[in-house]
């Protein structure tokens, strides 16, 4: 369960205890996992302890970490450069670190420039910062349509982008994670950075949205 | 950028993916096979997943590029703009120079 190409990990939702046989009829994919982990526990590859530690690390990451990271680069251009050159560095700043396999590239949203991220072979994901990926992130709907059409995409999420503006799109189909860096939204100016981070959304930092303010704030400065 | 090796290609470089279908796992999605596009960036040297995926430890390691692509020249009908792209992530054996 690291950030690694996994494109099924259904079984520990099916089971509500760790080993615990579920009473539900489980899909192929999932008793195939079962299957799978039972014969890495027993044949000692990986033990119960380490798959749970495992686990547990994963849930613990959630998008208010990467929200956290954003908010202080729209705070601080110089944590904003170095998040950047390299993100590594600086996320550790903030007491972040990445999975040993991987490296993040933060990609910077401008007036002409917008990113959106995808794996299209499965669903590689910044789980350093934003925990597990959505289950929509995961679906062969999105990945293989986001590459070939991601105006339509971002559309239905309710981003309508401006036909002057690059519309990005990047597959991360090796060891790179991508995390985008949104524009901050005007009038957030005199925003604290734990304000900033609240308008973060996690879909924001895939790209198929941007931060925007909620409707009481707005007209602030 | 840790790795102190001398890059086969250079940012800009125009490149083309190969148009090959070998057998086993490999990181290349079709639809960016035989398409040509410029190195936007080079990541370095990282284990081989082509080997990975067999249990295998994934030596010599292989550069990895950040390559874009003209939406336009990846998608016949691409229905977005002129100056959308795409970026995928490949290892130097798939790129060839144009």
């Known amino acids: 369960m690291k950030e690694t190409h996994d494109d099924n990990n259904t079984a520990q939702n099916h089971s509500p205890h760790p080993g615990s046989q579920p009473d539900v009829k489980l899909s192929y994919r999932a008793s195939r996992i079962l299957a799978i982990k039972e014969l890495l526990t027993a044949k000692h590859v990986i033990s119960t302890t380490e798959l749970e530690t495992a686990i547990n690390s994963l849930k613990s990451r959630n998008p208010t970490d990467g929200a956290k990271v954003i908010a202080r680069a729209w705070k601080d251009p110089s944590f904003k450069q170095r998040l950047i050159a390299n993100s590594e560095v600086a996320i550790s700043e903030l007491g972040y670190a990445l999975d040993q396999h991987t490296r993040l590239i933060v990609v910077e949203n401008t007036a002409a420039i917008h990113n959106v991220i995808v794996c299209t072979l499965c669903s590689c994901y910044p789980i350093s910062l934003l925990g597990p990926p959505p289950d929509w992130y995961k679906s062969f709907g999105y990945r293989s349509r986001v590459v070939k059409d991601p105006r339509s995409v971002i559309k239905e999420f309710g981003l309508l982008l401006d036909t002057k503006i690059e519309l990005r799109v990047h597959d991360s189909t090796a060891d790179i994670r991508y995390l985008v860096l949104p524009m901050q939204p005007t009038g957030t100016s005199k925003f604290h950075e734990s304000e900033l981070a609240e308008l973060v959304t996690r879909d924001s930092m895939i790209g198929v949205s941007n931060p925007t303010l909620p409707k009481h704030r707005r007209s602030s400065d | ?98």
Request: proline letters at 5%.
């Open chain 2, 1 to 98: 950028m840790k790795d102190s090796y001398k890059p086969d290609y250079r940012i800009n470089d125009r490149v083309r993916i190969k148009n090959v279908y070998p057998q086993g796992h490999h990181r290349t999605p079709w639809f960016i096979k035989g398409k040509i596009g410029h190195i936007a960036a080079i990541y370095g040297k990282f284990l081989n997943p082509e080997q990975r995926a067999y249990g295998l430890d994934g030596c010599p390691k292989q550069a990895l590029y950040r390559i874009q692509f003209k939406q336009k020249n990846v998608w016949v009908n691409y229905l977005g703009e002129t100056q959308d792209t795409l970026c995928v992530d490949l290892y130097e054996r798939w790129i060839e120079r144009v």
